[in-house]
C-alpha cells in the first residue's frame, strides 16, 4: 500500500503538471490557425511563407482539428459558443458558412478585402462563402466530383447521363460507386442530383423549394442505381473511401468521387489508374447540364479574435495565386481562381482532366450553405432518402423527402 | 484429486476456444495494422503484402509523432486517476461497510446518479469550467473528470466487497496479541485486495479507454490522451481513413494494458489464500 | 490505509439503543464523513454545475446558431421529445440492444469467472487473455469489427458464415446483430471480472461441505455459489445495464444510427452538437437520465438487500 507521503507527491505532481500545457496565447503577433492537418502539407508550408514574408508581422501557428469534418466543427463550435479569443483563423468547410455567420461567429469580410477574395474566383465557389449576398470567409481551395471510368470498358468517350451508365453497367456487369451512407456525404449526392435535375432544395432559409417533376425524376435515377445490378452489395453503407477501395479492386467500371482517387489508384493500383479515365459530373436528363458537387475550404475570420487586420493580411497573403498552386501541387486541392487552371503547372498537375475540372467547378451547384440551419436540413435529407435501396416508389419518396425538409426548416421535432 | 486425460482435454478445449473468441478481432487489428494501404481493403484476413510502416510512422518524430507523446500521457493520466480514485473510494467504502451514519444511501445514491447523467451534456459546461479556472489542456483536468466518472463504480464494488470481509477477524487477531496495524495488514488488507485490484482494474481501463472528455478537454498532446489522438490521425488524403495506422496504434497501446492486467489479475485471488485466518 | 483504529465490530452489533445520541456514535459518525468526504466533494465539484445547467437548458429554447431566439420555453422541450415516434423508436431500440447484451453478457460472464477461477492450468493466460477486448480502444474495436462485416473491405462474407454479398449493415437485422455482438465482446470481460472477485470470497469449506453432503455440481452452483454472489452480480448488472442503456460508440462507427438502429445517446448528439439545440439535446439527456435512474430503481428493488446501501445498516 502506497503511504501517505507518495500520495502526496502524486498530488503534488498532477498539481505541478497542471502548470505545464495549457493554451499557447502565443505573442502579440502570433495569429492561431484551427484547421485540419491536410496531409499534403500544402497549407502549412504556405502560411510558412506567409508568415515569412510579413517580416515579422504576423506569425501564424497552427492548432490542429480532427480530420473528419464533423469532429472539426464540433470543436470549433464549442469554443465559438465560450466566446474563445484565441482562435484566429479558421478553416471552414463550405457548408458552415450561413450557419456561423448567423450565431455570430464571422463577421462580414471587409471592404477592402472583398476584391481580393474574389478575384478571378469560380461564382460557384464564392457563393459557398456568402450569407445573405454578404462575403463572410474567403475561399481558398475548392474540390468536386469527377466522374472516373474505365477506358478499358467505355473507350474515351463515357456515357453522359446516370441511365445509360447504369445500362452499360449492367451489361457489363460492373459495378457504379457512390456514397450513400447516411452521412453528409449523401446529402452531397442527393443535392448534386437534384439541382442536375433542375429543382432547388431550399429557397432562401426556411422556404422549402424541392419542385415535384424534377425532385422526383432524381429520386427515380438514384432509386434505380441502388435497386440495379450496378449497385454495390454495399451501397446504403458507402463513402469516398469505399467507393474508391472498391473502384480501386477493378470490380468497377464508373465512380463519382472527389480527384484524390488519381493519385491514390497511382499508388495503390496501377493497373486501374492506366485505364483511368475523368469527366464532368454524370447528368439526369440528357438537355440538361449537370451540376457537380461543390467542396473545398474557405478561411473565416472568428468574431471573437483581437487580430482581425492582421489576420485578413495573412489571408490576402495565402489565397495569391502562388500559394494556391502550392497548396494543389502538395494535396491534390483544386484552386478557387478559374485564371490558374491555364497555367502549366496546373495543367500538368491534374493531366488528363484539367478541363473537366475546371468544367466541373464552373457548373457546379453548391449545396444551400447560406442556409444558418444547414445542419437540420443535411439531418433531414439524410432521413428522407436514406437508405436509397428503399426508393422504389418516387411519388412516395418525394413525400417522405418534402416531409422531412419542412420539418428541418423549420428546426421543429426530432430529427 | 485425480485428473485424468479427459479432464485436461475438455479443460484445454475449452481454454482454448476461449482464448481464440476473446482475441480474435485483435488479431484482425494485428492483421489490418500489417498491411499496405494498397491492401487494406482487400476483404482479406492474412494480408498478401505485410509491412511494418504502419508502426514506423506512429513513432517518427520522436516526441512530436502521432503516438508517443499521447501514449506517454495516457498511462500518467490513467495511472494516477487510478491511485486517487482506488484511495478515495476505499475510504468512502470502507466508511459505508463498517460504520453508521446518516446519509449512506445519500452518498451512495448520489454517487450512482452522478455517474448516469449523460456525459455529452456534461462536457460543455466543464470545457466552460476548465478554461475559466486555467486547468484546460492539462493532466489534472482530465484527472477530475475521471475521478468524478469511476468513483461511483469503484465505490460500489468496494462496498459490495468490504461488507463481505469478517470483521470479526480483527477482534480476533487482537485477541491473539496482535496490534490494530498489524491486525489490520495481516488479516484485513489481504481479504480486501481482491475487491481493491478489481477495482483498480476497472478504474484504470475506464480512464484509458475515455474518448469524450479527452477530445473536449485538450487541444494539444500536452494532455491529448491514446484515444483523442486517434482522430488526428491523417490518411493519405482528407477522404482516405488511416486505417492501417489506427490498428497499429490501437495494437500498440494493449501493451500497458496487458502489462497492468497481468500484474493485476493474481492479486484478485490472492486474497483468498493469503493469511486468511478463518476457524 | 487510515491510520486510525476502526471501531470494533463487536461493540457496534451490540450498540445499546439510548435516547439521543452517543459520545461514540458521534465520532464515528464524525470519521465516516471525514473519509466519505474527499470522494464527494470531487464529484459534486465537477458535475455539480453541469448537471444544473443542463436541466436549466432543457427548459429554454436555446440554439447556439439563432442567438437571438432564446427565453424559458417551460416544458415545450419534453413536449417536442415525448410526442416525437422517432423518440419512441429510438427507445426501443436502445432497451432492445441493452436487454439482449446484458443477458448474454451474464451468462457468458459468469462462465468465464467460472473458468478463470477453476481452470487447472494456464488460469493466468485465461484471465489477461479475457480482459484484453475490455482494454481496446473502443472506437477502434468498432471499427475492427465494422471493417471485418463490411462487404467492401472485410474478410466475414468470405467465409461460410455469411452469403456472398451480405450487406450486414444494411439491414437492420444483421446490423443490430453485430452491434450486440460488439458490444458483448467488448464489455463481458466487465462482468467476468466483477464475477471472479465475487467467486473468490466464497469459502471453499462450503462446497466440501455440500459435496460431502451429495450435491452434484448444479446444486452446488445454484443453492451455493450464486446466493453468495448476489453482491457482485447486482454491482455487475446494475452498472452494465446503465452503460449499456447509453451505448455510443459502437452504432456511432457502425451505421451512424441507420437502419433503425439508433440509440438515444446518438439522437442527443444529434440535437445537442449537430443541430446546436442546445434546449432540446438537454431534454434528451434530462429523459435519458431519468430512464436510467428508473432503470436503477428497479435493479434495488429487484435485488434488494444485496446491493450496496440497501438493507441492512452496519
Known amino acids: ?415 | 484429486m485425480r485428473r485424468g486425460t479427459r479432464e485436461y482435454t475438455i479443460w484445454s478445449v475449452g481454454i482454448v476456444a476461449i482464448i481464440i473468441a476473446a482475441l480474435f478481432p485483435v488479431f484482425w487489428l494485428l492483421m489490418i495494422s500489417l498491411k499496405t494501404p494498397a491492401t487494406v481493403g482487400d476483404k482479406r484476413l492474412i494480408p498478401k503484402e505485410w509491412t511494418l510502416d504502419n508502426y514506423e510512422a506512429l513513432f517518427k518524430g520522436g516526441l512530436d509523432s502521432p503516438l508517443l507523446q499521447p501514449l506517454i500521457n495516457s498511462i500518467i493520466i490513467a495511472l494516477i486517476a487510478t491511485t486517487i480514485a482506488i484511495f478515495l473510494a476505499s475510504f468512502t467504502a470502507y466508511a459505508i461497510a463498517r460504520l453508521s451514519f446518516p446519509g449512506k444511501s445519500l452518498v451512495l445514491g448520489g454517487s450512482l446518479a452522478i455517474a448516469m447523467f449523460p456525459p455529452i451534456s456534461t462536457v460543455g459546461p466543464l470545457f466552460d469550467m476548465w478554461r475559466a479556472l486555467g486547468i484546460y489542456d492539462t493532466y489534472i483536468g482530465l484527472i477530475i473528470p475521471y475521478l468524478t466518472f469511476a468513483l461511483p463504480l469503484a465505490i460500489y464494488t468496494l462496498v459490495a466487497f468490504f461488507r463481505e470481509i469478517p470483521w470479526e477477524l480483527e477482534q480476533a487477531a487482537a485477541v491473539d496479541g496482535a496490534t490494530p496495524l498489524q491486525a489490520f495488514r495481516k488479516v484485513i488488507a489481504p481479504l480486501a485486495a481482491p475487491g481493491m485490484f478489481t477495482a483498480a482494474i476497472l478504474v484504470f481501463i475506464f480512464c484509458w479507454n475515455d474518448f469524450l472528455f479527452a477530445i473536449t478537454l485538450t487541444s494539444s498532446n500536452d494532455s491529448r490522451t491514446v484515444p483523442a489522438a486517434l482522430a488526428f490521425f491523417t490518411g493519405e488524403s482528407q477522404f482516405t481513413a488511416p486505417t492501417g495506422n489506427i490498428a497499429a496504434a490501437a495494437i500498440l497501446v494493449t501493451i500497458p494494458i496487458i502489462i497492468f492486467v497481468l500484474l493485476f489479475q493474481r492479486r484478485i485471488v490472492a486474497g483468498l489464500t493469503a493469511g486468511a485466518v478463518k476457524g | 490505509m487510515s491510520t486510525a483504529a476502526p471501531p470494533q465490530v463487536g461493540a457496534a452489533a451490540e450498540k445499546p439503543r439510548k435516547v439521543g445520541v452517543t459520545e461514540r456514535a458521534r465520532a464515528e459518525r464524525k470519521l465516516a464523513w471525514m473519509l466519505c468526504a474527499p470522494a464527494v466533494i470531487v464529484m459534486l465539484l465537477v458535475t455539480a454545475y453541469p448537471i444544473v445547467y443542463a436541466v436549466v437548458l432543457s427548459l429554454q429554447k436555446k440554439d447556439l446558431r439563432f442567438p437571438d431566439e432564446g427565453g424559458f420555453a417551460g416544458l415545450d422541450n419534453y413536449v417536442t421529445v415525448l410526442s416525437s415516434d422517432l423518440w419512441w423508436k429510438v427507445v426501443g431500440n436502445t432497451a432492445f440492444i441493452t436487454v439482449v447484451s446484458v443477458v448474454v453478457e451474464l451468462i457468458l460472464g459468469m462462465l468465464l469467472a467460472l473458468v478463470m477461477h477453476r481452470a487447472i492450468f494456464g488460469r493466468g493466460a485465461v484471465r489477461t487473455a479475457v480482459l484484453i477486448p475490455y482494454g481496446i480502444v473502443t472506437v477502434v474495436a468498432a471499427f475492427a469489427w465494422l471493417y471485418a462485416f463490411d462487404p467492401a473491405t472485410g474478410f466475414v462474407n468470405d467465409t461460410f458464415l455469411s452469403p456472398d454479398d451480405k450487406a450486414w449493415f444494411g439491414e437492420r437485422g444483421s446490423a443490430l446483430f453485430v452491434i450486440i455482438v460488439a458490444e458483448v465482446w467488448k464489455t463481458t470481460p466487465f462482468m467476468a471480472l466483477l464475477l471472479l472477485a465475487g467467486l473468490t470470497t466464497i469459502d471453499e469449506g462450503l462446497y466440501e461441505a455440500a459435496r460431502v453432503d451429495g450435491a452434484n455440481a448444479w446444486q452446488r452452483f445454484t443453492r451455493i455459489t450464486l446466493p453468495l454472489m448476489k453482491p457482485a452480480i447486482a454491482v455487475a448488472l446494475l452498472f452494465r445495464t446503465l452503460d449499456a442503456f447509453r451505448v455510443f460508440d459502437s452504432i456511432f462507427v457502425m451505421t451512424r444510427g441507420a437502419q433503425d438502429t439508433q440509440s438515444v445517446s446518438i439522437l442527443g448528439y444529434d440535437q445537442l452538437i449537430g443541430r446546436l439545440n442546445l434546449g432540446l439535446g438537454s431534454a434528451v439527456s434530462v429523459l435519458i437520465f431519468l430512464m436510467v435512474l428508473a432503470i436503477a430503481f428497479l435493479f434495488v428493488k429487484g435485488f434488494g438487500a444485496a446491493v450496496p446501501g440497501q438493507g441492512d445498516d452496519r
Open chain 1, 1 to 415: 500500500m502506497l503511504s501517505r507521503v507518495c500520495v502526496a507527491a502524486v498530488l503534488c505532481l498532477s498539481l505541478g503538471l497542471a502548470a505545464c500545457g495549457g493554451d499557447s496565447g502565443g505573442g502579440s503577433n502570433t495569429l492561431n490557425f484551427f484547421i485540419f492537418n491536410e496531409p499534403g502539407g500544402g497549407p502549412q508550408e504556405v502560411a510558412k511563407k506567409c508568415s515569412q514574408e510579413s517580416g515579422g508581422k504576423y506569425e501564424i501557428e497552427f492548432t490542429f482539428l480532427p480530420s473528419q469534418a464533423d469532429a472539426q466543427r464540433e470543436q470549433l463550435v464549442r469554443r465559438l459558443g465560450a466566446e474563445d479569443e484565441s482562435i484566429d483563423l479558421m478553416g471552414l468547410d463550405v457548408i458552415w458558412t450561413g450557419e456561423f455567420a448567423n450565431a455570430g461567429w464571422l463577421d462580414p469580410v471587409p471592404d477592402d478585402m472583398v476584391g481580393p477574395a474574389s478575384s478571378q474566383v469560380f461564382q460557384s465557389v464564392l457563393d459557398t462563402a456568402k450569407f445573405e449576398d454578404r462575403l463572410y470567409a474567403v475561399p481558398i481551395w475548392s474540390n468536386t466530383q469527377l466522374l472516373w471510368y474505365r477506358k478499358d470498358k467505355v473507350g474515351d468517350k463515357p456515357p453522359q447521363t446516370w441511365d445509360q451508365m447504369i445500362e452499360v453497367a449492367e451489361r457489363e456487369n460492373m459495378k457504379i460507386h457512390v456514397q450513400a451512407n447516411r452521412y453528409e456525404g449523401l446529402v452531397v449526392w442527393v443535392n448534386a442530383m437534384i439541382l442536375s435535375a433542375g429543382a432547388k432544395i431550399v429557397n432562401g432559409p426556411t422556404e422549402v423549394s424541392l419542385e415535384e417533376g424534377p425532385t422526383k425524376r432524381a429520386l427515380e435515377v438514384m432509386g434505380k442505381l441502388a435497386n440495379s445490378k450496378a449497385a454495390p452489395p454495399a451501397i446504403d453503407t458507402s463513402n469516398e473511401d469505399s467507393a474508391r477501395l472498391g473502384f480501386e479492386s477493378g470490380d468497377s467500371i464508373f465512380m463519382v468521387n472527389y480527384p484524390f482517387v488519381y493519385a491514390s489508384a497511382k499508388e495503390n493500383a496501377p493497373k486501374i489508374y492506366k485505364e483511368m479515365g475523368a469527366a464532368v459530373y454524370p447528368r439526369v436528363d440528357a438537355d440538361k447540364e449537370s451540376k457537380p458537387p461543390l467542396g473545398g475550404i474557405n478561411i473565416g475570420v472568428s468574431s471573437f479574435s483581437k487580430k482581425k487586420d492582421l489576420a485578413y493580411e495573412a489571408i490576402r497573403c495565402m489565397i495569391k495565386a502562388e500559394n494556391q498552386i502550392t497548396i494543389a501541387e502538395k494535396g491534390g486541392l483544386p484552386p478557387v481562381r478559374s485564371d490558374l487552371y491555364d497555367d502549366p503547372r496546373i495543367q500538368k498537375l491534374y493531366s488528363g482532366f484539367v478541363d473537366p475540372l475546371r468544367d466541373s467547378i464552373e457548373q457546379a451547384g453548391p449545396r444551400p450553405s447560406e442556409s444558418p440551419a444547414y445542419t437540420d436540413l443535411s439531418l433531414g435529407i439524410q432521413r428522407g432518402v436514406h437508405p436509397v435501396t428503399e426508393i422504389k416508389d418516387p411519388q412516395e419518396s418525394y413525400d417522405k423527402l418534402k416531409e422531412f425538409v419542412e420539418q428541418a426548416v423549420k428546426r421543429e421535432g426530432l430529427l
